[in-house]
């Protein structure tokens, strides 16, 4: 049976291997064009956003020029002529932004490592909570922060700016307001970035290589030493670019933010008082305003839309790059 | 690091040994014989009794020593104030105790267990106040004519129990079933054009699929209101003014990218070989699509549209510019202002009189179940299947088992 192998085909090797072509059915030509033309339907729309929300605010931005408009502090059409920009409102959405992102950042990596190392009987359980919290409406949020979590949150402003306020950003004013307050706010953001975060952070971290988890272990090193040396570091774009899809969210978060914040844009770093104001919050609660307004309102719509797209679309880049195992060192 | 790391059992083991049951150990070390213990496996992470004892020790420990310097000596600490300290002096004498007992290693890894858990649990706090807070003050005012009533001659001196929520809930309905109905094929072609195609597109595509789902769902609502809201003021076509119909395709404009996501997503995990069975007996692709990936991957994409529907159900900032909110019954998507349970909820809640406020409360007691019903229909859906298939396999292998170990007797039964 050995002996009678038979002699390779001698064509082959002069023999180029043949061109594999496509030819679409007419029911495929049609398929392929129906779904390219409905994947280029978000294409235009996406960018329709952009163009309609310029085109609409060209008023604003023609009486304030662009420079002008992302200078201005202040908010006023009742003046003559009308003083209104976006920084007042800029620094307020960053700040809130920023206050959610660092407490909901920890909270969101914590819980994913509980999810992922520790909770291996109940982490079915685990994720469906978090959906849950995903899935819950900022309005209920904001709901619940507005009547209810102030309230309990003022006592510890007041605890933080009597005791730390010699710390620049828990500084207030002498006898101010502490409700409605950026502090606040971020709070209550904070419960809306965290699912997001922990999503996405959990996902890294259970593509954690199990061969090097299992290493770091039969060396002898206990779970947290494990952790230490190979989850989080391997993790590290994910938490970053988790970080960042928390940000954009926080950024873009509405109503919570306008039934919490007094809607005054001003240029301040005393987040445990009074005042402040997000775009996104201005926004909604100037619906159905007059002409110049709603243009003035789309300016910084369309700044909320640029700041956003840039966060989330450097956020997906981090985070498929440090799930294709670049950008990690082991 | 890994070389001190692996000296942990050595140096961790004797002590537990010793606090866990030493009594048992020096019995059997008695008789001189030399008798070779089976050597017994090694467990750091193992939490013996002494370990939570510690763990409760360091708790009541802490606890009172800041009663003590906080509430006896000093005054001026808030609850919260009292609990921050608490936790810290808690991670501290437990960090030392631990690290007495067993080693800095060992106690490094409990510190870190501890705070895990408990950060864990602080997570879960929040939307358990959230869902008890919204259902104690929703039950105050909520009765069934809220489902029947709209908010025809309510004034504010009338109590909160008059009047209802039933435009809002029709509005809702229909502003979310047309939503779905502009978002539910697109997304669909787009997921399958992102994973079933080879189109040269679907890097861009799949770039602003994502982008567009952290657009912040107020722009959604300013675009339709500058697209096409704005620029049709003047010509006094009702259609183009503040209706359900502009709001529903607000929400559009937020559902794609969600659904889009999650199909494609499900779409991914059908396996590429029924894939290629079907394009091998010469189905073509879209036949492919139709009748083979489709039909295997349903109730994962069931689920995603169920989540798609429960996250449209509660927005409410695209709908301020776009239905705008009405307290009358209007039940034309096409024609005037229409209310919707988020905007109900926004609008009472924002106006100073208490029995508006528990109106909110109620409305958004109705959402929350809403929500939460569609939530659990989704997990309900695409809950893990493969248990029950092999059940019934299983249970039907064993009844055919059976019908053929009985056949005979059946016959001789069935016969007469």
Redo the contacts between chains.
Sequence with gaps: MMTEVPPPPPARSTRTPREIVDV??R??R???R??????????V??T??GF??L??SRDALESQGLWGFLTTEEWRTDVDPPRIGVLGLMVGTVLVAIVAVVLAV??GV??S???TE??LNVRKY?I??????A???????G??G???LSDKVV??S??LT??LGFIPIFETDEGAVLFGSIFIAGIVVS?MS?PIV?SVVREVFSQTPPGEKEA?LA???????M?R?VVLPYGRGGIIGGSM?GL??A?????AVA?LLPGVPEVTFKILQNGGATV?GF??NR??SDEFT?SG??AA?LV??VV??A???L??VVVNRSRSGQGVEL | MSLAESRVPAGVNPPTEVSGNGAGSRRTVAPPTPVRRKPRPRRPREWTSADVWTLVGSVVSAACLNWLVLVRLTTGASWFGFLLCAYATFLVVFYVTTKDRLGKLVAVDRLATVVIVTSAVVVLIPLVLLVAYVLVEGLKALRLTFFVDDQTGITPIMPSTAGGGSHAIVGTVQQVGLALLWSLPLSLACAVFLNETRSRWRRPVRIFVDAMSGLPSIVAGLFIFATLILPFAKSGNPLFGFNGFMASLALAITMIPTITRTVEVVLRLVPDGLREASLAMGASRARTVWSVVFPTARTGMTTAVVLGIARAVGETAPLLFTAFGYDLMNANPFEGPQESLPLFVFRNIRKPDVAAIERGFAGALVLMIIVLALFALARFIGRDKSKQVAKRTRARAAERQARLEARPTVDQESQP
Excluded: K
């Excluded at chain 1, 129906?34 to 294409?43: I, K, M, P, R």
């Design positions: 679409p059915s029911v495929d049609r398929f392929n129906l779904t390219l033309a409905s994947g280029l339907f978000v294409l729309l996406l329709l956003v309609f929300l085109w609409q920890p909270f914590l819980a490592l509980f999810i520790y909770a685990l469906a909570i978090v959906d849950l919290l899935a819950v409406p900022s309005l209920l949020f709901l619940w507005f009547l209810y006592p510890i007041r605890w009597d005791n419960l965290l922990t770091a060396l002898g090193g206990t779970r947290w030493g952790i040396t899809l954009g969210r950024l873009g978060e509405t109503i039934l996104a926004i909604a619906a159905g709603v309102l789309m719509g909320l839309f956003t797209l966060t989330n679309m956020a997906s």
